[in-house]
């Protein structure tokens, strides 16, 4: 049994998958609202261009990336079963424009592996070498263009995030979902460091007010010089940010790599896995 004393490793290790979702409800209900009076409205641009012409554009370059890679999607698939068998593929539901969901195809790079209580691995625990050096080079994602050629996606967009996070989005960032996801949505100037989940949230709103012709231009020639980029590759090799959970109240994102500890305690009491705090003890959100 757990105490209040009990470290943040200890405590976050109790929990699975559903107390997880229970721990982001706990911070949806506490801070949610206050974030959305905090945080500035988005304004989509809605152009031409954005109506026609990037579709038209995702087609033609998205069909002749299709060609063009089919051998080295080839090549990758007899390697990726040979380094992780059967299935290949590895689809996943992921939301769309306006939240509308698709099913997202990618080359396997991980490992089924659980721990002794039957929960999944960390992604960085499953990733095999070779899964690595695949996502380092974002070779896994060259199917993605399929997507985009279906128009589930766009070349140039917020990175798809799994459904789950949806709900828990302010009302601001939830607005990086009035465009099409895209393979990638590098910031128009190198960052200094890693990308945080509020780095990224704020560059998507900046790409859905600002989606141009000459805004896609040269964020695809940013693509192309990120992946040239050794360091930014080997960042995009780790799975080390943890899951989006919320946000505290001044707005900025909480993670799983530190939850707060009264949603957590509230967690971990509610489902009899931690003994309750002495009564002067106080929760804060």
Known sequence: ?????????????????????????????ANLDHVNRLHPVVEPRDTFYTRYGKRALDIGLSGGALLASSPVIGA??????????????????????????????KLRTMRNAYDDQGKPLLGELRV??????????????????????KGDMSLIGPRPLVPEYVERFSDRHRQRMAVKPGLECPT??????????????????WYVENVSLKTDAWLMFRVLQTALDRRQNKAR????????MGYDREGRVITTAALPAWALDKVLI????MTAPAPHAQQGA
């Open 1 to 29: 049994m757990l105490t209040p004393d009990s470290s943040y490793e200890e405590k976050f290790s109790a929990l699975n998958q559903r107390m997880r979702w229970e721990v982001a409800d706990e911070l949806r209900a």
């Open 76 to 105: 990758l698939c007899l390697v990726t079963l040979k380094d992780l068998g059967r299935p290949i593929l590895f689809t996943q539901e992921r939301p769309g424009r306006l939240g509308k969901k698709f099913r997202m195809v």
């Open 128 to 149: 095999t070498k070779m899964g690595r050096l695949i996502r380092r080079a974002s070779l896994d994602e060259l199917l993605n263009f399929w997507n985009i050629f």
């Open 188 to 205: 128009p100037r190198p960052p200094k460091g890693p990308m945080s989940y509020d780095d990224q949230f704020e560059n998507d709103c």
């Open 237 to 244: 090799g780790s799975s080390s940010r943890g899951s989006f």
């Open 270 to 273: 509610r489902n009899g896995l």
